[in-house]
Structures are given as structure tokens and as C-alpha cells.
């Protein structure tokens, strides 16, 4: 039970493995072919609707797909926290606020923190196997304390 509340990739393999990345490339291509509208709506409403986008539509699409991609994720790997907040933060710093190519950023980047949790979970205690979500946490923590610093300014 706290290997699902903090995380374990050890059971994904096979049919599992395709069927989240299947889920996964048709999130991502949803998004990238939404981009223009998920900009558009970073603005606000107002903006968004001068640029000829239904921004109520919009969001409800975005809500959607984010709600499609981790309910997916959850439920074959368990809940690993942090990723979904760090990841898109650090990609808009690194890639810039273009969502074509900060979603796909935002993604590369929270599978690549999620592979080396995993590692790390597999290896510091060996024989022992620790939650993937400690690792996260350990990222995601210290991003999230900057942010609300940043936010309160």
C-alpha cells in the first residue's frame, strides 16, 4: 500500500508499459495541438477571446486532458508526487512560455526526474526498494517552497 501511495514503477512492463505510452503521446500530441489555445488562455479570458479562443472551452479541454493523463499515470504507477508541479516550472524556465515547446519540455523533463527516482529508489538501499515519491520529493520540495517565496513578493 505505500509503495502506490508514494510510487513504484516495478510493475509497469508489457501491455502496461504501451498502454501508458500510448496514453502518454496522445496527451502530449493533444496538448501540442492545443497550444495556441493554452497560451492564449495564460493570458486571461479577455485576451484569449480577442485572439478568437473559446477560453471556457479551452480550459475545460486542458482540465480534461490533464485529468485523463494522470488518472492514467496513478493508476498503474501509484501517486509520485511533486513531478506534475516541478516539471512544468522548471520547463518554462529552461524552454521559455511557448506551450509547443514547453509541454513537450515539461514532459521529457518529468520522465527523466520519475527514471532517476527510480533509480535511486532501486539502488541507495539495496536490497531494500524505497517509494519512487521520496526522490520526488526531494526535488519537487525545494521547488515548490521557491515558488510560494516568489509568489509572496
Known sequence: MIFWLLGDLGGVEGWRLVGLLV??????????????????????????????????AARMRTVALAAF????AVANVGAIGFVGFAAPHIARRLFGADARIALPGAAALG???VMLADACARTLAAPQLLPVGVFTALIGVPVLLHQLIRGSR
Open 69 to 72: 493523463a494522470t488518472a492514467v
Open 23 to 56: 496514453a502518454a503521446l496522445l496527451a502530449l500530441l493533444w496538448a501540442c495541438l492545443d497550444a495556441r489555445a493554452i497560451d492564449a488562455i495564460a493570458w486571461g479570458d479577455a485576451i484569449a477571446r480577442d485572439l478568437g479562443v473559446d477560453a471556457p
Open 111 to 113: 520522465a527523466s526526474v
